[in-house]
T-cell receptor, first 111, second 112 residues
Framework: GENVEQHPSTLSVQEGDSAVIKCTYS??????FPWYKQELGKRPQLIIDIRSNVGEKKDQRIAVTLNKTAKHFSLHITETQPEDSAVYFCAASINFNKFYFGSGTKLNVKP | IAGITQAPTSQILAAGRRMTLRCTQDMRHNAMYWYRQDLGLGLRLIHY???????GKGEVPDGYSVSRANTDDFPLTLASAVPSQTSVYFC???????????FGEGSRLTVL
């Protein structure tokens, strides 16, 4: 089955700086890559996603890049704010079926 | 009901007991999933169902069973709970043609 690895496990940045979280996947058939944000004590929620026919996608301060050849994708958050502090999960799926998640990155944005 | 709901929100259970976690969604999503969340291990897929009447095994299915008698409900049963099943369990659903997973609020289970 699919294996998704995520790094780093924790990330601490100063407010206003950028944050980058990286994931790799093992199954070249995976074609959908969402990112979820989980605030403390709450459910994960989708923040951005990318499909395999696209190399980059942006939504305001967040962006995701995908390198299909290397089988890795990354989440970029610019101008970080304290409310960005949360755990972020990447995931991979084949045709929206059986989502496999990375182990999570705890992002701490220091004011 | 709006969205996806789980019950109970929290439960302490003696080892060896049987436990069913309930999950109901009103979005008419065809796909439903059960994940467990453990510190440092992320979200691991236990079982899934692509449509009513069908189920499949995920990454960590041992000790768990599911059923999908209708579109809305997807209960997860621990036949004989063990301490290693202490975790937070999330149910999720999706329209398999759209992609986004909608999660329930989670069920915190402690097995002593």
């Amino acid at each position: 089955g699919e294996n998704v690895e995520q790094h780093p496990s924790t990330l601490s940045v100063q407010e206003g700086d950028s944050a980058v979280i990286k994931c790799t996947y093992s199954d070249s058939a995976s074609n959908y890559f969402p990112w979820y944000k989980q605030e403390l004590g709450k459910r994960p929620q989708l923040i951005i996603d990318i499909r395999s026919n696209v190399g980059e996608k942006k939504d305001q301060r967040i962006a995701v890049t995908l390198n299909k050849t290397a089988k890795h994708f990354s989440l970029h958050i610019t101008e970080t704010q304290p409310e960005d502090s949360a755990v972020y999960f990447c995931a991979a799926s084949i045709n929206f079926n059986k989502f496999y998640f990375g182990s999570g990155t705890k992002l701490n944005v220091k004011p | 009901i709006a969205g996806i709901t789980q019950a109970p929100t929290s439960q302490i259970l003696a080892a060896g007991r049987r436990m069913t976690l309930r999950c109901t969604q009103d979005m008419r999503h065809n796909a439903m999933y059960w994940y467990r969340q453990d510190l440092g291990l992320g979200l691991r897929l236990i079982h899934y169902s692509n449509t009513a009447g069908t189920t499949g095994k995920g990454e960590v299915p041992d000790g768990y069973s599911v059923s999908r008698a209708n579109t809305d409900d997807f209960p997860l049963t621990l036949a004989s709970a063990v301490p290693s099943q202490t975790s937070v369990y999330f149910c999720a659903s999706s329209d398999s043609g759209a992609g986004e997973l909608f999660f329930g609020e989670g069920s915190r289970l402690t097995v002593l």
